[in-house]
Every structure is written in C-alpha cells, then in structure tokens.
C-alpha cells in the first residue's frame, strides 16, 4: 500500500541547514509528483515546494531562495534542504503524494 | 500567488445540521488542460489532513457521501449534510492549478 515517511531532526540550531527524507513506497517516484508541506504549531499549513514526476521542481515563492527539494529514485526517497534556519520555521512537516497520501509528519524545533 | 479566502474561520454544528465552507480564489483556477484543481482536506486533531474532495467535487475514496464540493472558476464549497461527531476538525482548500500552490486558511468545525 501508499506510504510515506519523514525522517530529520527533531532539533535544529538557528542560522543552520535543516535536512529531511521522505521515503516512500507503494508507488513510484517517476510517477507522482511529491510535494512538502509544513504546519507551525497551532497554525495552518503552508505548501513548501514539490518534485514533479519528471524530476523538475517548484517552490513557494517566500521559501525559493532558502529551500531545495531533490529525490533519489534508487532509494525511493524525496529530499528537502532549507538553509538559514530561524526559529519561524519551527513546525511539523508532512510529505504528500499530490494531497492524497501523507505521512504522518516530523516536528522540527528551531532553537536559538 | 493564488490566494484563497476561506469562510467562516470557525463553525458550530449540532449532530444531524448540514453546513457549507466556502473557499473563494484570486484568480480562476481552471487549467488550460480543462481540470480544475480544487481540493479539500480535513485535518483532525493531532492527524495529518486527509484528502476529502479533489477536483472541486470528486469524492475520495472511503469518505462518506455526506461530503460534497461545489464551484467553479474563482468560488467553490464544501457542504457536509448531516454533520457526525468524527467530522471534527479543520477543514483546508488547496488549490493546485497554478504553482506554487496554496491553501486557504482553514475552517474549524465545532460539535456543539
């Protein structure tokens, strides 16, 4: 069956490169496009950027300069790299397959 | 960036009462390939959201058919009839026509 799984840091120092692994599986990389989502606490969520199927990427416009997504198709794994961590981005981040799938989200403290 | 208004930001329903949200876009989020990407979503508390209706009307699989989506263009609605105590929850539009993609600000459903 669909899965996903975020895995990264629960701690995060500011200023540094937050580094996450979606690792999927029951369905193909070069098939779906993946997409990262985030939720601060208590607040609602915002979109991050995804992979398409073909490999190209998009990302949200406040986050382009600081965020990278890449995959690993041999590992079925989606990769997400934002740089310049302060403590804003504080917050659970889901990986989902174009909202249908999600996983089940890992909390990232910015601390300062 | 598409920016999607949700309405109201909280609503108060009694078991068996139907109930409308209503998610309105800056721009028209029809696609040059015809489809309009207009999701919805429930996040329950403490969950990851789930996918409710995608397309502006298409019901996912395994949720119940009192969920319905309407709307076209720039305005469309989620309407539970018959609320149930599980509906709980924030509901969020997602719209995936024009990236980067965006949510609305989410709707908190009550029991009274």
Redesign the interface.
Known sequence: QVQLKESGPGLVQASETLSLTCTVSGFSLTSYHVSWVRQPPGKGLEWMGRIRSGGSTDYNSALKSRLSISRDTSKSQVLLKMNSLQTEDTAIYYCTRDFDYWGQGVMVTVSS | ?VVLTQTPPTLSATIGQSVSISCRSSQSLLHSNGNTYL?W?L?RPGQ????LI?LVSRL?SGVPNRFSGSGSGTDFTLKISGVEAEDLG?Y?C?Q?TH????????TKLEIK
Not at chain 2, 48 to 51: E, H, I, K, N, R
Not at chain 2, 99 to 106: R, V, W
């Open positions: 960036d999701n979503l996040q990851p959201p789930q996918l995608y996912e924030v969020y997602v995936s990236a980067p993609f965006t949510f609305g600000s989410g």
